[in-house]
């Protein structure tokens, strides 16, 4: 059974630093674009940074120049650093992947368990 699941989340205070990591087990046969949503109290799910197989990148724009996603194909992971952290950043933050398990040929969207972030003095 294919699952991801998310660590690193916590307190930080604001202007900190965080490092989110994702890790997918499982039989996996191909792990292809990675992302980062968040989910802020009464707000809805928003993509925070997204990775391809190759190493393409993008980034919402409250995460530019702040944020930076990262990935190990060989280990199936995907991380995010976030760096100057605001209050406003406060929120669930959820590893997303679209992957294809061991004998299927189509790729599937997976979601992780989701980790809190807590940006506040």
């Known amino acids: 059974q294919v699952q991801l699941v998310e660590s690193g989340g916590g307190l930080v205070q604001p202007g900190g630093s965080l490092r989110l990591s994702c890790a997918a087990s499982g039989s996996i046969r191909s792990i292809y674009a990675m992302r980062w949503y968040r989910q802020a109290p009464g707000k809805q799910r928003e993509l925070v940074a997204a990775?391809?197989?190759?190493?393409?990148?993008n980034y919402a724009d409250s995460a530019k120049g702040r944020f930076t996603i990262s990935r190990d194909n060989a280990k199936n992971t995907v991380n995010l650093q976030m760096n100057s952290l605001k209050p406003e950043d406060t929120a669930v933050y959820y590893c997303n992947a679209d992957l294809s398990p061991t004998g299927s040929m189509g790729a599937q969207n997976y979601w992780g368990q989701g980790t809190q972030v807590t940006v506040s003095s």
């Open positions: 990775i391809s197989t190759g190493g393409s990148t």
